[in-house]
């Protein structure tokens, strides 16, 4: 999904999650400069004080993963924290650890 965000703004994303599995979310901004953050809550809308997951760095691409997520509905939420930013988001469901790792570590 490409799109943008205004300043103080929120997006939202719906993923329906049919599995108990892992999820990663990748947001990426186009722009060096541009700040938004990305939050991700179970069966509800994020907000920037009510969330499960979140990424507020100042990086140009972040990611959220979620390991063993419960199956049902997940919201994700792009917020533009201080600048307009345009980016691109995607959201996957993996049936095994996405860096191919092992143990109950996930290492």
């Not at 953050?37 to 809308?45: G, L, N, R, S, V």
């Not at 860096?99 to 109950?104: K, T, Y």
């Amino acid at each position: 999904i490409s799109s943008f965000v205004l300043a103080r703004e929120w997006k939202y994303y719906e993923f329906d999650n049919t599995q108990d599995n892992t999820i990663v979310t990748h947001l990426t901004q186009w722009k060096d400069g541009e700040d938004c953050d990305i939050y991700a809550k179970y069966e509800d809308i994020p907000t920037l004080t009510s969330f499960d997951f979140r990424d507020t760095s100042t990086t140009k691409e972040s990611e959220l993963v979620i390991q063993g997520a419960k199956r049902g509905r997940y919201f994700v939420g792009v917020f533009g924290f201080s600048l307009n930013s345009t980016y691109t988001l995607s959201i996957r469901s993996y049936s095994e650890c996405p860096n191919r790792c092992s143990g109950e570590t996930h290492g």
